[in-house]
């Protein structure tokens, strides 16, 4: 969302996002599941990085949501993920689904009728 005010007849404009509630049960069980995956955390593999894909489709799909901040932060404290790279790739592969899904959902589907 963006924000213009007018500040001592200034006008300031601000970028504002909405904070998406924080993990869910479920999505916390999905990133667990994505740990439990991933055999090589300093080495994700191709078939690996297209299972974790498939993982945040589904909990989008689900109804469910995630910030991204939240998704790194958590990655951070489970304590198995020391490689940093990989963090990001997976950090960035729920950022990449979120966006692709978020536009998709936007698409609509309009007949010639």
Do not use: C
Request: net charge negative.
């Amino acid at each position: 969302m963006i924000v213009i005010k007018t500040i001592s007849q200034k006008t300031v404009i601000s970028s504002k996002s909405d904070k998406i509630m924080p993990l869910t049960n479920n999505v916390i069980i999905k990133l667990n599941e994505i740990t439990t995956i991933v055999e090589d955390k300093s080495n994700l593999k191709e078939q690996e990085i297209e299972e974790i894909k498939s993982i945040f489709r589904d909990i989008l799909k689900s109804g469910e949501r995630y910030d991204v901040d939240d998704i790194e932060s958590w990655f951070e404290n489970e304590g198995s993920w020391s490689n940093k790279v990989s963090r990001i790739r997976v950090v960035n592969l729920s950022h990449y689904v979120q966006d692709k899904y978020e536009q998709t959902a936007r698409l609509k589907i309009i007949s010639d009728d």
